[in-house]
């Protein structure tokens, strides 16, 4: 075939469109004469584009010197929609190795690339069984048509087999060993320096050891901030009380109100409706940390909930439930409604799919019916008013859902990162992914992973949660897009690797567990990674400005835009975004370099002028 039709959503006997004016639009897929080894000739493509078409019916083939020839089974009558004929000098071909790590396709040309097995999200056989078809976690595809059958399903199988090795047989592992960074990465949080730049401890709030074994809480960090008349002992009977023995534990002091955000699990009040004296003194001690808005108005606080009031009841029956306002005196309780965390990965996927068909007829309708695009504006808008209560209201806020370690975390790293101008910083973002969501206990490994043992620990479901949060960052970088020093390649790149097992950061779920595998010993962190020059200069915003204080993002439908940079990859969006920034990049150089001329003659011609002064 000329195998332009094989990659795509929608392969044999069905209609195809193309980008008219993109020559790129229509890449190469098919496979060239090659040897009976692993690495079997094959050139591989991507499927791109919209616009106008022209239907073309394809019945032959062509070899490694782009003749016709009869040597390839045909795929009869295969009918695509392309825009003009299609440039076969843009063709790849190369080579493709299953090594022991990753999957290699080695070109001549640009399509070169190198995919981390635990990346792939899928591996499956196309229509035709020569076709071999990836998903990337990233949302990437890839098809490669190999020249027989078996060959495919070889390539599959071991392809299939690579997918599921355990964390410790993982690439960063093996990485460590070959790459090393000047910035070692490892260093980059330290919990203690970050409580000092919030005044903690102080006389109000205290830093507990009570989990440096991890004893209290496995998946929390070994230093915990707390109300300081709360003793550990007291701790100890309220862990017992919360969801993976998430207790509430401070995780921001905003600098001029002095009122803190908390996160927990939910409590396990069961359909007993059972009661913990000791978590409704934390509460009152939270209350009297919080300093009063005025003589005449007591202090309050605010429990937010992110399930539904209907989804929080049904949890009663096994064990879990929301807090009764009855026994939270001067607490109200709020129900945000995100959704439900294992909802994510159908609802992304499908957007994706929208994202990258070619029938943008339905786009809108999919789109819409997905919900993905409501789960951006519900969190976004859920992490606003935390802010604006801790902000405008000066009152503290506690926020949980079932198990305190994905939908909290969202809106705890969402809300600091509205308030607090540092987290907008390329160091200081970087800080705020450590703090919030690997010391606090995301199960990145539970939820990406290939694994199937993996899905039988508790709280252990595949769903995008950490995606969705970079989404909401990028969708608050397009409305303040100069008050952020990182851009949209740097959340790619966290995108890519929170899930590649390229590095060490994102493997295992908690920091105990990372402790216990001596990552830092033994693995590359990606922090050190972001610091390499060549991917700083990329991942840095050259149109910084500090914006300090609390930025407002709207969250109305309409200002929720799709990031296509992710969710069309392999369409023209990203490369036309990279060609973009290295444009820009181009003349930023060149007007940085005509400004230190500029300055420099101005300063001899200053020279030349004292001189002249001095000689008359």
């Known amino acids: 075939v000329y195998v332009h039709a094989i990659e795509s959503e929608c392969i044999f006997g069905k209609q195809q469109q193309l980008y008219e004016s993109d020559p790129h639009s229509f890449w190469v897929l098919m496979v060239c004469p090659g040897s009976k080894s692993w690495g079997r000739s094959c050139v591989l493509g991507r499927y791109v584009g919209i616009g106008e078409t022209l239907s073309v019916r394809f019945e032959y083939c062509f070899n490694s010197s782009w003749k016709r020839t009869s040597g390839f089974r045909s795929a009869t009558m295969v009918e695509v929609h392309i825009s003009k004929q299609p440039d076969l000098d843009n063709a790849s071909p190369g080579t493709l190795d299953c090594e022991e790590y990753m999957l290699v396709f080695k070109s001549t040309g640009q399509a070169s690339f190198e995919l981390n097995y635990d990346l792939i999200d899928g591996c499956e056989l196309g229509s035709d069984e020569r076709l071999l078809r990836l998903k990337c976690k990233d949302l990437r595809r890839y098809g490669i048509l190999f020249q027989t059958d078996e060959d495919c399903i070889r390539y599959a199988d071991s392809i299939n087999k690579a997918r599921s090795m355990p964390p410790a047989e993982k690439h960063a592992f093996a990485h460590a060993r070959s790459v090393g960074y000047n910035f070692d990465g490892w260093d980059e949080f330290d919990t203690l320096k970050e409580h000092e730049r919030l005044g903690l401890p102080n006389e109000k709030w205290r830093v507990t050891e009570a989990n440096a074994s991890f004893g ?5 960090p070994q230093h915990l901030v707390v109300p300081a008349d709360v003793d550990d002992a007291t701790l100890a009977e309220m862990a017992s009380y919360r969801q993976l023995r998430r207790l509430p534990v401070v995780r921001y002091l905003h600098p001029k109100t002095n009122v803190a955000l908390l996160i927990a699990g939910q409590p396990l009040v069961g359909s007993s409706n059972r009661r913990c004296y000791e978590d409704e003194r934390m509460f009152r001690s939270i209350l009297q940390a919080t300093p009063s808005p005025s003589d005449d108005k007591p202090v309050t606080g605010y429990i937010i909930d992110l399930r539904t009031s209907s989804d929080a009841a049904a949890l009663r029956s096994k064990g879990g439930g929301s807090e009764s306002v ?9 129900y945000a409604d995100l959704g439900r965390e294992p909802a994510y990965a159908d609802s992304m996927a499908k957007f994706a799919d929208a994202c990258q068909s070619t029938d943008k007829t339905s ?4 789109a819409d019916s997905c919900g993905w695009l409501n789960f951006l504006r519900t969190t976004i808008s859920t992490a606003v008013v935390v802010a604006r209560i801790l902000i405008r209201e000066a009152m503290p806020v506690v926020v949980h859902a079932s198990t305190g370690c994905d939908q909290a975390l969202q809106i705890s790293a969402l809300a600091q990162l509205m308030m607090d101008a540092h987290f907008r910083t390329y160091a200081g973002f970087r800080q705020l992914v450590e703090k919030e969501w690997l010391t606090m206990g995301h199960p990145f490994e539970a939820r990406s992973s290939n694994n199937q043992s993996d899905r039988v620990k508790q709280n252990a479901f595949r769903s995008p949660v950490f995606i969705m949060f970079l989404d909401c960052v990028w969708q608050l970088t397009r409305q303040f897009p100069c008050a952020f020093e990182f851009n949209e390649f740097f959340l790619l790149a966290l995108v890519e690797h929170s899930q590649s097992s390229r590095f060490g950061n994102f493997l295992f779920d908690c920091e105990k567990e990372r402790i216990a595998a001596n990552l830092k010993g033994k693995t590359n962190s990606f922090w050190g990674f972001c610091e390499v020059p060549e991917e700083k200069r990329r991942f840095v915003n050259m149109f910084y400005e500090p914006l300090p204080g609390w930025i407002k993002p709207s969250f109305r439908p309409q200002s929720i835009e799709v990031w296509f940079a992710l969710y069309g990859a392999g369409t023209p969006y990203r ?11 181009f003349m930023k150089d060149k007007h940085d370099t005509a400004k230190e001329e500029i300055e420099h003659k101005e300063k001899e ?6 001189q002249l002064q001095a000689a008359t």
């Open 326 to 334: 009855e026994n939270y005196f001067k607490w109200k309780l709020v």
């Open 216 to 220: 209290l809480c496995p998946t929390y």
């Open 605 to 610: 011609l200053a020279q030349l002028q004292a």
């Open 575 to 585: 490369k036309f975004h990279e060609e973009v920034h290295d444009l820009l990049m």
């Open 363 to 366: 786009f809108l309708a999919t």
